[in-house]
Protein backbone atom coordinates (compact mmCIF):
# COMPACT_ATOMS: atom_id res chain seq x y z
CA UNK A 1 0.00 0.00 0.00
CA UNK A 2 3.08 2.41 1.24
CA UNK A 3 4.17 2.01 -2.53
CA UNK A 4 0.78 2.47 -4.08
CA UNK A 5 0.82 5.90 -2.53
CA UNK A 6 4.36 6.63 -3.72
CA UNK A 7 3.33 5.91 -7.56
CA UNK A 8 0.12 7.88 -7.27
CA UNK A 9 2.56 10.87 -5.71
CA UNK A 10 5.18 10.56 -8.51
CA UNK A 11 3.09 10.30 -11.06
CA UNK A 12 0.87 13.44 -10.06
CA UNK A 13 4.42 15.19 -9.38
CA UNK A 14 5.80 14.48 -13.03
CA UNK A 15 2.59 15.20 -14.43
CA UNK A 16 2.47 18.99 -12.44
CA UNK A 17 6.29 19.33 -13.59
CA UNK A 18 5.86 18.41 -16.89
CA UNK A 19 2.98 20.75 -17.59
CA UNK A 20 5.33 23.40 -15.90
CA UNK A 21 7.73 22.82 -18.23
CA UNK A 22 5.87 22.33 -21.42
CA UNK A 23 4.31 25.87 -20.47
CA UNK A 24 8.26 26.95 -20.77
CA UNK A 25 8.69 25.53 -24.08
CA UNK A 26 5.38 26.77 -25.62
CA UNK A 27 5.69 30.21 -24.20
CA UNK A 28 7.34 32.99 -26.57
CA UNK A 29 9.16 35.80 -24.78
CA UNK A 30 8.15 39.40 -25.75
CA UNK A 31 10.61 41.64 -27.39
CA UNK A 32 10.58 45.30 -27.24
CA UNK A 33 9.54 46.58 -30.73
CA UNK A 34 8.94 49.89 -32.39
CA UNK A 35 6.33 49.76 -35.48
CA UNK A 36 7.12 53.86 -36.36
CA UNK A 37 10.58 55.13 -34.87
CA UNK A 38 11.18 58.50 -35.36
CA UNK A 39 14.38 56.66 -37.02
CA UNK A 40 15.29 53.95 -38.35
CA UNK A 41 19.50 54.37 -39.59
CA UNK A 42 22.08 52.38 -41.06
CA UNK A 43 25.36 53.15 -41.22
CA UNK A 44 26.13 56.30 -43.46
CA UNK A 45 22.29 57.40 -42.90
CA UNK A 46 21.92 60.93 -42.20
CA UNK A 47 18.99 62.53 -40.13
CA UNK A 48 18.16 66.58 -39.17
CA UNK A 49 17.46 67.76 -35.64
CA UNK A 50 17.02 71.15 -35.58
CA UNK A 51 19.64 72.82 -37.66
CA UNK A 52 22.15 70.18 -37.17
CA UNK A 53 22.41 67.34 -39.56
CA UNK A 54 23.82 63.97 -37.84
CA UNK A 55 25.68 61.13 -39.59
CA UNK A 56 25.35 57.52 -38.84
CA UNK A 57 29.39 57.15 -38.67
CA UNK A 58 28.98 53.20 -37.68
CA UNK A 59 26.24 50.40 -35.75
CA UNK A 60 27.55 47.26 -34.09
CA UNK A 61 25.07 45.60 -32.74
CA UNK A 62 24.31 47.77 -29.49
CA UNK A 63 25.95 50.42 -30.41
CA UNK A 64 25.88 53.15 -32.59
CA UNK A 65 27.96 56.13 -33.29
CA UNK A 66 26.63 59.54 -34.75
CA UNK A 67 28.75 62.29 -35.84
CA UNK A 68 28.29 66.20 -36.55
CA UNK A 69 30.13 68.99 -37.79
CA UNK A 70 30.64 72.17 -36.06
CA UNK A 71 31.86 74.99 -38.92
CA UNK A 72 33.67 76.91 -36.72
CA UNK A 73 34.97 75.94 -33.25
CA UNK A 74 38.07 77.28 -31.42
CA UNK A 75 41.27 74.98 -31.21
CA UNK A 76 44.18 76.12 -28.48
CA UNK A 77 47.50 74.26 -28.53
CA UNK A 78 50.36 74.75 -26.70
CA UNK A 79 54.14 75.11 -27.22
CA UNK A 80 56.86 74.47 -24.55
CA UNK A 81 59.83 76.86 -24.84
CA UNK A 82 62.81 74.63 -26.17
CA UNK A 83 60.61 72.19 -27.86
CA UNK A 84 60.45 70.75 -31.44
CA UNK A 85 57.47 71.61 -33.72
CA UNK A 86 56.69 71.05 -37.60
CA UNK A 87 55.60 73.84 -39.18
CA UNK A 88 55.18 73.73 -42.76
CA UNK A 89 56.36 70.45 -43.10
CA UNK A 90 59.83 71.34 -41.21
CA UNK A 91 61.14 71.00 -37.76
CA UNK A 92 61.78 73.98 -35.56
CA UNK A 93 62.94 75.06 -32.32
CA UNK A 94 60.47 77.26 -30.52
CA UNK A 95 62.66 80.09 -28.85
CA UNK A 96 61.21 82.21 -26.33
CA UNK A 97 62.35 85.66 -26.26
CA UNK A 98 64.66 86.39 -23.04
CA UNK A 99 63.08 88.20 -20.00
CA UNK A 100 61.21 87.95 -17.37
CA UNK A 101 58.40 89.01 -19.63
CA UNK A 102 58.51 88.33 -22.78
CA UNK A 103 56.25 89.10 -25.54
CA UNK A 104 57.61 86.72 -28.59
CA UNK A 105 59.45 83.93 -29.83
CA UNK A 106 61.83 82.92 -32.72
CA UNK A 107 60.92 79.51 -34.73
CA UNK A 108 64.54 78.37 -35.69
CA UNK A 109 64.80 76.02 -38.36
CA UNK A 110 66.54 72.20 -37.37
CA UNK A 111 69.41 71.57 -39.26
CA UNK A 112 69.33 67.61 -40.52
CA UNK A 113 73.21 67.78 -40.26
CA UNK A 114 72.70 63.59 -40.29
CA UNK A 115 71.21 63.65 -43.91
CA UNK A 116 73.65 66.43 -45.18
CA UNK A 117 76.91 64.58 -43.99
CA UNK A 118 75.30 61.29 -46.16
CA UNK A 119 74.03 63.43 -49.14
CA UNK A 120 78.23 64.59 -49.23
CA UNK A 121 80.12 61.76 -50.28
CA UNK A 122 83.11 64.06 -48.93
CA UNK A 123 81.93 64.38 -45.46
CA UNK A 124 82.71 61.11 -42.56
CA UNK A 125 78.88 60.57 -41.27
CA UNK A 126 79.69 62.16 -38.10
CA UNK A 127 80.82 64.96 -36.63
CA UNK A 128 83.86 64.91 -34.48
CA UNK A 129 84.98 67.54 -31.31
CA UNK A 130 88.26 68.57 -30.57
CA UNK A 131 89.00 71.66 -27.97
CA UNK A 132 85.22 71.89 -27.37
CA UNK A 133 84.33 72.93 -30.83
CA UNK A 134 83.07 70.28 -33.40
CA UNK A 135 84.36 69.14 -36.67
CA UNK A 136 83.50 67.67 -40.12
CA UNK A 137 85.70 65.82 -41.29
CA UNK A 138 86.38 66.16 -44.93
CA UNK A 139 88.35 63.44 -47.51
CA UNK A 140 89.19 61.46 -44.04
CA UNK A 141 91.74 64.60 -43.03
CA UNK A 142 90.25 67.94 -43.42
CA UNK A 143 88.60 69.59 -40.83
CA UNK A 144 86.14 72.29 -41.18
CA UNK A 145 84.35 73.63 -38.25
CA UNK A 146 80.54 72.43 -37.79
CA UNK A 147 78.90 75.72 -37.60
CA UNK A 148 81.21 76.80 -41.19
CA UNK A 149 79.85 73.56 -43.14
CA UNK A 150 75.99 73.18 -41.81
CA UNK A 151 73.83 75.87 -43.59
CA UNK A 152 72.86 78.57 -41.18
CA UNK A 153 69.64 77.73 -40.04
CA UNK A 154 66.16 79.54 -41.03
CA UNK A 155 64.90 81.85 -38.37
CA UNK A 156 60.94 83.20 -37.94
CA UNK A 157 60.21 85.74 -35.26
CA UNK A 158 56.01 86.11 -33.80
CA UNK A 159 54.90 88.68 -31.37
CA UNK A 160 52.42 88.38 -29.23
CA UNK A 161 48.69 88.93 -31.76
CA UNK A 162 50.80 87.76 -34.84
CA UNK A 163 49.28 85.04 -37.18
CA UNK A 164 50.98 82.01 -39.00
CA UNK A 165 50.24 79.26 -41.11
CA UNK A 166 49.88 76.24 -39.33
CA UNK A 167 48.44 72.86 -39.82
CA UNK A 168 46.34 74.54 -42.51
CA UNK A 169 44.96 76.88 -40.51
CA UNK A 170 45.67 80.80 -39.77
CA UNK A 171 46.81 80.46 -36.29
CA UNK A 172 46.60 83.37 -33.34
CA UNK A 173 50.17 84.12 -30.99
CA UNK A 174 47.76 84.89 -28.11
CA UNK A 175 50.23 85.23 -25.63
CA UNK A 176 54.12 84.34 -24.61
CA UNK A 177 55.60 83.29 -21.18
CA UNK A 178 59.21 81.94 -20.31
CA UNK A 179 58.16 78.84 -20.40
CA UNK A 180 55.84 78.38 -22.97
CA UNK A 181 54.02 80.07 -26.12
CA UNK A 182 49.99 79.90 -26.62
CA UNK A 183 48.39 79.51 -30.03
CA UNK A 184 44.44 79.40 -31.23
CA UNK A 185 42.54 79.29 -34.30
CA UNK A 186 39.18 78.33 -35.83
CA UNK A 187 38.58 75.43 -37.51
CA UNK A 188 35.59 72.94 -38.50
CA UNK A 189 35.43 70.06 -35.69
CA UNK A 190 33.50 66.78 -35.74
CA UNK A 191 32.15 65.48 -32.83
CA UNK A 192 30.92 62.00 -31.75
CA UNK A 193 28.01 61.03 -29.94
CA UNK A 194 27.59 57.22 -28.90
CA UNK A 195 24.52 55.86 -28.62
CA UNK A 196 23.88 52.60 -26.37
CA UNK A 197 21.20 49.69 -27.04
CA UNK A 198 18.12 50.92 -24.60
CA UNK A 199 19.45 53.57 -23.41
CA UNK A 200 18.75 57.56 -23.82
CA UNK A 201 20.86 59.72 -26.42
CA UNK A 202 20.53 63.62 -27.19
CA UNK A 203 20.83 64.89 -30.24
CA UNK A 204 20.63 68.79 -29.66
CA UNK A 205 17.33 69.55 -27.51
CA UNK A 206 15.95 66.53 -28.34
CA UNK A 207 16.36 63.18 -25.89
CA UNK A 208 15.23 59.69 -28.17
CA UNK A 209 15.54 56.33 -26.68
CA UNK A 210 18.00 54.47 -28.23
CA UNK A 211 17.55 50.72 -29.55
CA UNK A 212 18.88 48.05 -31.92
CA UNK A 213 16.71 45.20 -33.11
CA UNK A 214 19.62 43.74 -35.45
CA UNK A 215 23.06 43.74 -36.02
CA UNK A 216 22.82 46.73 -38.61
CA UNK A 217 20.41 48.58 -37.51
CA UNK A 218 19.72 51.75 -35.13
CA UNK A 219 15.83 53.09 -34.12
CA UNK A 220 15.45 56.53 -32.47
CA UNK A 221 12.27 56.83 -30.63
CA UNK A 222 11.08 59.36 -28.07
CA UNK A 223 7.66 56.80 -27.39
CA UNK A 224 9.28 56.21 -24.08
CA UNK A 225 5.50 55.25 -22.82
CA UNK A 226 5.43 52.13 -25.40
CA UNK A 227 8.76 51.26 -24.40
CA UNK A 228 8.01 51.17 -20.52
CA UNK A 229 5.03 49.32 -21.31
CA UNK A 230 6.89 46.61 -23.41
CA UNK A 231 10.18 45.76 -20.81
CA UNK A 232 7.58 45.88 -17.90
CA UNK A 233 5.71 43.16 -19.83
CA UNK A 234 8.96 41.26 -20.58
CA UNK A 235 9.70 41.05 -16.73
CA UNK A 236 6.40 39.83 -16.13
CA UNK A 237 6.81 37.09 -18.47
CA UNK A 238 10.33 36.46 -17.15
CA UNK A 239 8.79 36.33 -13.39
CA UNK A 240 6.41 34.16 -14.00
CA UNK A 241 8.84 31.88 -16.42
CA UNK A 242 10.72 31.90 -13.17
CA UNK A 243 8.03 30.21 -11.18
CA UNK A 244 7.41 28.35 -13.53
CA UNK A 245 10.61 26.40 -13.46
CA UNK A 246 11.10 26.39 -9.75
CA UNK A 247 7.17 24.13 -9.88
CA UNK A 248 8.75 22.01 -12.54
CA UNK A 249 12.09 21.54 -10.75
CA UNK A 250 10.69 20.96 -7.01
CA UNK A 251 8.25 18.56 -8.53
CA UNK A 252 10.68 16.46 -10.43
CA UNK A 253 12.77 16.62 -6.62
CA UNK A 254 9.57 15.61 -5.00
CA UNK A 255 8.77 12.49 -7.49
CA UNK A 256 12.60 11.30 -6.83
CA UNK A 257 12.19 11.51 -3.12
CA UNK A 258 9.04 9.94 -3.16
CA UNK A 259 10.79 7.07 -4.93
CA UNK A 260 13.13 6.89 -2.46
CA UNK A 261 10.79 7.02 0.77
CA UNK A 262 8.81 4.12 -1.06
CA UNK A 263 11.63 1.73 -0.57
CA UNK A 264 12.98 2.69 2.51
CA UNK A 265 12.58 -0.59 4.92
CA UNK A 266 9.55 -0.64 6.59
CA UNK A 267 10.35 -0.93 10.71
CA UNK A 268 6.64 -2.65 11.18
Not at 181 to 194: E, F, K, Y
Request: hydrophobic fraction near 35%; charged fraction near 25%.
Amino acid sequence: MQRRAAAIYVALFIVIGAASYSLIATAQTPTVEFDSPEYELAQDDQLQVGDRTYTVSSVSGTTGELQYTEESSEYTETWENDSTQTVDDQEWRVLVDSGDDPSGFTLQEEINETAILQDDPDASEETVEQNGTRYVVLNDSELVPADEYFPEPETRSYAEGDTLDYEGNTTTVDSVATDAVQLSWAAPRTNTITAENEANVTLGEETYLAYFPDESTMQLTQDFENYNRQTAEIDRVQTQTNGLWGVSILSFLAAVFMIGFAYLPSRY
